[in-house]
């Protein structure tokens, strides 16, 4: 992706969420989401920046959805 993307997720149970972006070192890059949410549809945005507003180097980093009792995690390939 370049310069950001969108990751979209489906809450069948009300939960709290936790979405974070991780590098390759499993270094925590970025928290995108931390809340308590409802059930239904949900997006949220990955500009390319880490937690402190500084644009990260091209790569391979990773994004995990945690949900109650569930953890998904898919690779995000970021190429400026």
Do not use: C, H, M
């Not at 979209?8 to 979405?19: G, K």
């Not at 928290?31 to 949410?37: A, G, H, I, M, P």
């Not at 500009?47 to 402190?52: K, N, P, T, V, W």
């Not at 990260?56 to 690779?75: C, E």
């Amino acid at each position: 992706f370049n310069p950001t993307t969108t990751i979209r997720y489906s809450l069948a149970d009300n939960s709290r969420v936790r979405v974070e972006v991780r590098n390759v070192l499993g270094q925590l890059v970025r928290v995108l989401e931390d809340s308590y949410q409802s059930v239904g549809v949900y997006e949220t945005t990955w500009d390319g920046r880490d937690s402190a507003g500084q644009e990260v180097a091209s790569g391979v980093y990773f994004y995990s959805l945690r949900s109650n009792d569930v953890v998904q995690t898919r690779k995000l390939v970021l190429a400026r």
